[in-house]
């Protein structure tokens, strides 16, 4: 019997909500020739990076994709650090190059637990033009490996204990040159984690933008982990009284996309320091709306081969 | 002898800035070379096509702005850099061209001017760029 808490009820009925609006006939596409032949739709979002996570956009073959993504801490301590931004910061750099139109291939550094990763995005379906496919839909792996010394592992250290995976299904639609949508479910998995938690959790996110000039958006995201006992490695009663449970907060993030030819910037406030999107659905305890706010930035460079 | 090296210092810090800010002039673009394929090529869209407002100025702001301005005068913030001149859309030399030329230069283009088929994959996104260029006629 599974036991969903308020933030699985909300990304059940969101789902529901984006499966039914795809199908729906009001969202249109540039309507101008006839549909002799399929044209892929343009991308749902401008850049294959938003916030932590990724989007079913996929540069196209022989793209080097530059990241550089940083977290300043909470604002919880107001001025004294200036809210966040002279407390202690999370900051990855990655590169991403798109092997096919429709494959990508990446690498990382983290600071926070010296996480490295390897990521691989790879797009299943194109959204069409006509809407006879009405959604993209994409497979997106990320492994880390955790560069923290052995101790941090227990006894019987082994190197297999420094990775963890996090596998999603990501489905988006650009309804209109305004508006566009993902919806993502995600697996996550750790090879060591501390006795109290459970080596994997389920998690669900989202991500929209609202176009309001050619060049800028409005972009919000989540993700939300989700409290599944049917995987869990405890009791329930353990759960609901214990850190496994008790602090899994979703990552929560509002901001402004602007995005060029070459580049892709993001500023926003956000919940989650992680990066990884496994560190956070495992170890996010920043409650968004209980300052748990932090700045996030992300910025993008391409270069066409 | 210290503050005869501070002085020397001073005007070497100075010249070098200034040497480093010295805007040289542009050169305006030789003739273009149009491959034939390109000369005859006709427009997949029609003229007053919605997506010429739409996606072509959308695109057209996203990719070609930065150099060639809003309103295709050549003078965007990154113009000034370029060795060659960006030109101006809205004179009749640019908007006398075919289309198939406006399209190679604006898509396949050289030198300076970036290659711009990957970044603008569909052929009718491609023409409403070209045709929100033919707006800027003045």
Redesign the interface.
């Known amino acids: 019997m599974k036991n969903f808490n308020l933030y699985g009820r909300v990304s059940a009925l969101a789902i529901m909500a984006f499966m039914l609006s795809c199908f729906s006939g009001f969202a249109q596409e540039e309507a101008t020739e006839e549909p002799a032949k399929e044209r892929p739709a343009r991308p749902a979002f401008e850049s294959g990076l938003l916030f932590d996570g990724a989007t079913t956009t996929l540069q196209p073959s022989k793209t080097l994709e530059m990241i550089i993504q940083h977290r300043f801490g909470t604002m919880d301590n107001g001025v004294k650090d200036l809210y966040g931004i002279w407390a202690p910061s999370n900051i990855r750099l990655g590169m991403n190059y798109s092997i096919l139109n429709n494959l990508m291939v990446g690498i990382g550094t983290t600071k926070f637990n010296k996480m490295q990763d390897i990521q691989v995005k790879y797009n299943v379906l194109q959204q069409t033009r006509s809407n006879k496919i009405p959604v993209t839909i994409s497979l997106y792996e990320v492994v880390g490996i955790d560069g923290s010394s052995d101790e941090k592992f227990g006894v019987n250290y082994k190197f297999s204990n420094r990775f963890n995976y996090f596998t999603q299904i990501i489905i988006s639609r650009r309804f209109n040159d305004m508006f566009s949508l993902q919806i993502a479910p995600g697996f996550t998995h750790y090879n060591s984690v501390d006795s109290t938690l459970d080596h994997d959790r389920l998690s669900f996110s989202f991500a929209g933008r609202v176009k309001f000039s050619p060049q800028s958006s409005l972009v919000i995201g989540a993700d939300i982990p989700l409290r599944v006992q049917g995987i869990s490695e405890h009791s329930k009663d353990f759960n609901d009284t214990n850190a496994n449970w008790n602090q899994m907060l979703p990552n929560i993030n509002i901001g402004y996309e602007v995005s060029t030819s070459t580049h892709a910037f993001h500023l926003y406030l956000a919940s989650g320091q992680g990066i990884l999107p496994q560190e956070n659905i495992m170890f996010n305890k920043n409650d968004f709306f209980s300052k748990g706010i932090l700045i996030g930035l992300n910025i993008t460079r391409l270069w066409s081969f | 002898m210290k503050k005869t090296f501070n002085l020397a210092a001073i005007i070497c810090t100075v010249v070098i800035f200034m040497a480093a800010n010295v805007s040289y002039a542009q050169k305006a673009g030789g003739p273009w070379t149009i491959p034939a394929k390109y000369k005859s090529m006709k427009s997949?869209?029609k003229a007053g096509?919605?997506?010429i407002n739409?996606?072509g100025?959308?695109l057209y702001?996203?990719?070609?702005k930065?150099c060639h301005g809003a309103k295709g005068l050549g003078d965007g913030p990154k113009a000034a850099n370029l060795k060659t001149s960006t030109g101006d859309f809205s004179s009749k030399k640019f908007q006398d061209q075919a289309d198939g030329d406006i399209y190679y230069q604006s898509f396949v283009g050289r030198d300076e001017m970036?290659?711009?088929e990957?970044?603008i994959?569909?052929e009718?996104?491609r023409w409403a760029v070209v045709y929100f260029m033919r707006t800027m006629k003045k």
């Open positions: 997949t869209i096509d919605p997506s739409s996606t100025k959308e702001n996203k990719h070609c930065s970036p290659n711009f990957k970044k994959l569909d009718s996104d």
